[in-house]
């Protein structure tokens, strides 16, 4: 089995989806924010704030590149690994699923008060201004588009499970 690469905006599900699919189809699961967290040994907001973004880019695209070699199963991207143009190349070949979630539900499900980097001034504002740019990335790597507004994580993941390659 080739890798199953989730990609989307914070708030689209992408662990969550990422563990219930890897459990219906018996492949591990993998989130390359938890393996930047790992390597940096602190937590992706400290790394924004202390070393700042282009070494949290660094860091990520490099944590995308040792997932797609070492991991088959499930890998959930950091919303923003996308934009790295490398990281673009890598995905190449996987079977990418960009989840798309509207801005009502990702504010919902993500908190405007959390530990998000790129949200801290105008928490709103700059969240529709980082999904709008990142949407045409998305959907140009994106071989299956799921829409997950105000739809439950298991029909979700079934839906993934359904659409992927025989």
């Known amino acids: ?6 990609i989307g905006p914070p708030g689209s599900g992408k662990s969550t989806l990422g563990r219930l699919v ?4 018996g492949v591990g699961f993998r989130d390359t924010d938890a393996d930047v967290e790992a390597v940096a040994g602190k937590p992706v907001s400290d790394i924004f704030i ?5 070494r949290f880019r660094e860091l990520e695209h490099d944590a995308v590149r040792r997932a797609l070699t070492e991991h088959e199963g499930v890998l959930s991207l950091g919303g923003g690994a996308v934009l790295h143009e490398a990281t673009q190349a890598l995905l190449a070949g996987h079977h990418v699923v960009y989840l798309q979630v509207g801005l009502t539900d990702a504010v919902q499900r993500v908190g ?3 530990a998000r980097p790129l949200l801290v001034l105008n928490p709103r504002s700059q969240f529709r201004k980082l999904m709008e740019e990142r949407r045409p990335v998305y959907e140009r790597l994106a071989v299956m588009t799921v829409v997950t507004d105000k739809r439950e994580p298991e029909e979700l993941a079934e839906e993934i499970v359904k659409g992927l390659p025989a």
């Open 50 to 54: 202390e070393d700042g973004e282009d």
């Open 1 to 6: 089995m080739n890798t199953v690469v989730l």
């Open 112 to 114: 405007l008060a959390s």
């Open 22 to 25: 890897a459990e219906r189809l």
